[in-house]
């Protein structure tokens, strides 16, 4: 049985959700990884930047081997494209993972703002003329990796929002 989430992390969780491409992909991602259902933003940035370091490398991985193995040159040409942007996925949430864990969140979104056009440019290799019988071979991965890329870009977008402190942080009147 999984326990329940507070009400402020299912609305942390339903803010960053909302805009993928998958709504119930985002979420169940989250549920699978939380470690407290009283989950900060913080610590749903942290979810957010792992998976997203986890996905782009096995993708990564995924793409050299076949290029390795495939025999179609057509496929092997623009999966080569593909391991050079995924290689700038890779790179980039590793260098978020290295900014988060040192708490530098405005360098988290820096460098994740480069994955969503990395990511378009393998897509767009794999369906530009002449395409490969295999050309649908990232579909589901690319899918994955767009919605790890928004959740995560949100995520820290949340985070770096300034809060409202409520009536306490408000100014004295004289």
């Known amino acids: 049985m999984e326990p329940s989430l507070s009400q402020s992390t ?3 969780i339903e803010k960053i959700c909302r805009s993928t491409e998958d709504y119930g992909f985002c979420r169940t991602t989250f ?5 407290s259902p009283n989950a900060d933003i913080v610590a749903l940035t942290q979810i957010t930047v792992e998976v997203a370091v986890d996905h782009s490398t096995k993708t990564h991985n995924f793409i050299r081997q076949t290029i390795e193995t495939t025999k179609d040159p057509i496929l092997k ?3 080569s494209e593909c391991e050079n ?3 700038l996925i890779m ?10 864990f040192s708490r530098d969140y405005s360098s988290v979104e820096k460098e994740e703002r480069i994955t969503p056009r990395a990511e378009a440019s393998c897509r767009a290799t794999l369906t530009t ?3 490969s019988k295999q050309h649908g071979i990232l579909d ?8 790890f890329i928004v959740m995560s870009l949100n995520a820290v977008q949340d985070l770096l929002r300034p809060r409202s402190l409520g009536p306490a942080a408000a100014p004295a009147l004289l």
């Open 91 to 100: 790179q980039a949430f590793d260098l978020a993972a290295v900014s988060f």
């Open 85 to 87: 942007a995924y290689g």
């Open 129 to 131: 003329p002449p395409i």
């Open 31 to 35: 549920q699978a990884h939380l470690k």
């Open 140 to 147: 589901e991965r690319s899918r994955e990796m767009r919605i």
């Open 10 to 12: 299912q609305q942390l």
């Open 77 to 79: 040409k623009a999966l």
